[in-house]
């Protein structure tokens, strides 16, 4: 699923750079993206919107990095922020706030203002309570907010339950059943204008019918809104579309965007205004984590190869028991016996939860490098400093040159926001 990391001469590279050079000068473990296939995975969307009127924001909280928002906003992108911290990465990158969204549960009257006065394109409302608040914060600064309810169509996206969000019992959106008359008192609102509807029905997605369901209920709706002479401006399909990991085959963006498209001319709806948010489908398999091997630890029934990442770094595997490839920068000159032994690659933090692969048949020696797959979403964006443990480092590649995009954190780094107590 990584096109654009491949061996050369038994090296891994990352387009023309090789890995153990990368991890030679900047150490490891080490996230290293390749530009080319951020370019690729934008152009699968792209392929689909010829003749469209798409927008595609850009749901940063996969991978927030300020070059990678620099790179998506050079390229006409806006973004879907659930933070403001997540506005201020926006802002700093050189991002244009009236091409961002705002979705999230939780935004606080001082996130809401932050927004407001930035002028964003649009609020994904997700509650009653919080379109409320969000009224009056807006009538506060003698602003009009502008808005899109979230709805939650109740379709089943067949994903991880800890990533599926558009099921009547996850906490998201406001229910379909209730939307309608949302729609009609956010209406009479003074300080709300309403902008569109939207969805997000989960992630990691590899099948096309939740999909069309979720269109279908969503333009349901939309008939349902603007025969209450209520119009709806845009149309917001989320996120969610998943990626190769390992052997899921999900669809491809520009063809599910066609049959999409297709649902909604069928409908009447083929020439509105439709954005998208998608996160991990334009990062995930740009990125790989290098980590080197510190020890083999051999056991009765598991064997151990111990690295230099860990869940701090990767959480996936520890939070969602995710697997992710894991292939060696530098492959050995003999095939893989069949009876060699399989690895659980675990890291050094000090939980047994710490695992970043399991009965994986490797063949590797202490010092090896290995490098850890589809590492580009969710990966250094939900990396902590649990056991005190400095954030790796991140890198750009494109072509044959590399930009450091993150330097390591240092000790003093994480102990700065600290004082002690007299
Ligand atoms: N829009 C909204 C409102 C979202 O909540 C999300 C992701 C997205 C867009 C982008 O979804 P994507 O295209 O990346 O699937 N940490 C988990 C994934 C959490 C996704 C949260 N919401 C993981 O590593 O699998």
Request: proline share 5%; aromatic share 8%.
């Amino acid at each position: 699923g990584a096109p654009f990391f491949h061996y050369h001469a038994g090296e891994l590279h990352a387009e023309d750079v090789p890995l153990r050079a990368l991890a030679e000068a900047h150490g490891t473990p080490l996230f290293v993206y390749s530009q080319a296939a951020l370019q690729a995975a934008l152009d699968a969307y792209l392929a689909g919107f010829a003749g469209r009127n798409v927008a595609v924001h850009y749901a940063m909280k996969a991978n927030s990095n300020l070059s990678i928002l620099r790179f998506f906003a050079e390229r006409g992108c806006g973004f879907d922020i659930v933070s403001g911290g997540e506005l201020a990465r926006v802002l700093a990158a050189g991002g244009d706030a009236a091409k961002v969204v705002f979705s999230g549960v939780g935004k606080t009257r001082a996130e809401m203002r932050f927004a407001l006065e930035q002028g964003i394109a649009c609020f994904n409302v997700e509650s009653e309570a919080e379109l409320e608040v969000l009224n009056s914060v807006a009538a506060e600064l003698g602003l009009v907010a502008p808005v899109s309810l979230r709805v939650n169509p109740d379709v089943d996206p067949q994903t991880h339950p800890y990533i599926s969000t558009g099921l009547k019992n996850n906490k998201f959106g406001i229910a379909h059943d209730r939307a309608l008359g949302v729609f009609k008192h956010a209406a009479t609102l003074p300080a709300i204008a309403i902008k569109g509807i939207d969805c997000h029905i989960g992630s990691q997605i590899t099948t096309e019918a939740p999909y069309l369901d979720a269109l279908d209920r969503l333009l349901d709706l939309v008939e349902a809104v603007e025969a209450e002479g209520i119009a709806i401006g845009h149309i917001d399909c989320g996120g969610g579309l998943g990626i190769q990991y390992r052997d899921e085959q999900p669809p491809q963006a520009g063809a599910l965007w066609q049959k999409l498209f297709a649902r909604a001319d069928a409908r009447g709806f083929g020439q509105r205004q439709f954005l998208i948010e998608p996160g991990r489908s334009l990062v995930g398999n740009a990125g790989a984590c290098v980590t080197e091997v510190l020890y083999l630890k051999p056991g009765e029934d598991k064997h151990f190869c111990i690295v230099d990442a860990a869940m701090n770094d990767l959480p996936r595997p520890a939070m969602y028991e995710a697997y992710h490839t894991i292939a060696p920068v530098c492959k050995a000159s003999a095939p893989l016996p069949p009876d060699a032994p399989l690895y659980d690659v675990v890291g050094p933090v000090c939980e047994s939860g710490d695992w970043l692969g399991r009965d994986r048949a490797l063949q590797v020696a202490q010092g090896d490098l290995l490098a850890v797959f589809s590492a580009g979403a969710y990966s250094m964006s939900m990396a902590s400093n649990y056991n005190t443990r400095p954030r790796a480092a991140e890198v750009l590649v494109h072509g044959s040159t590399c930009h450091i995009i993150r330097r390591r954190e240092t000790l003093e780094d994480l102990l700065a926001a600290e004082t002690m107590k007299a």
